[in-house]
């Protein structure tokens, strides 16, 4: 049991844009210099794990959440509406600098994944936000490698591996059924790939 809360402590949701972020500016040929990258690393990582942990600090100050780990539906609402406008903010000032375009397109993905995951909250499903961020990361890989042509193999095998422990660990600790562990990593997945035809598309 201690691995499986381990895991899902290492790989939190919240850390999952920037390591997105991280991917493709190291694994993308080079158009951005050092500088610009430390500067998008730091936004994307105080924008996107930092101002959430102290928004869920308040909340919970407020009782408007027991713990941080968000473990019933009314109490992911705020949080998930909060991060959908997040998301959508990130990637329209990633578009205003026009130095990473096709990163701004995979946070406006996360923001219509989490979109979906706000409405299946009326059907009373609390789809995986773990998966939904690891189905992202395998997305947005994907679709670097198709852009760029370039060859990512091996690192999407050990990303699907590692969607395979996220899932097993999610499950074992009695946090999600099984459909809302695929349902999450699918919204994941197939957002990054709608985001990107939208991409191509203007």
Do not use: W
Not at 117 to 123: A, V
């Amino acid at each position: 049991m201690f691995i499986y809360k381990l895991i899902s402590y290492i790989l939190h949701p919240l850390l999952f844009s920037f390591f997105g972020s991280f991917l493709y500016l190291y694994l993308t040929p080079k158009h951005i210099v050092k500088q610009q990258e430390y500067i998008i690393l730091l936004i994307v990582f105080v924008s996107t794990y930092i101002v959430p942990i102290l928004m869920l600090a308040l909340l919970k100050r407020v009782n408007m959440i027991q713990d941080y780990h968000l473990r019933t539906i009314d109490e992911r609402k705020f949080p998930i509406l909060f991060f959908i406008m997040l998301s959508f903010l990130l990637g329209r000032a990633m578009l205003g600098i026009q130095i990473a375009d096709l990163l701004a397109f995979s946070f406006f993905g996360v923001a219509f994944a989490l979109s979906f995951t706000y409405l299946f909250f009326n059907i009373n499903i609390k789809t995986s936000l773990h998966m939904l961020g690891i189905g992202g990361i395998i997305g947005f890989v994907m679709v670097m490698s198709y852009e760029y042509h370039l060859n990512f193999t091996s690192l999407l095998s050990g990303l699907f591996l590692l969607a395979g422990l996220i899932g097993v660990s999610r499950l074992s600790l009695n946090a999600h059924r099984p459909k809302e562990i695929y349902l999450g990593f699918l919204l994941g997945l197939v957002s990054q790939f709608l985001s990107f035809q939208v991409y191509q598309n203007i």
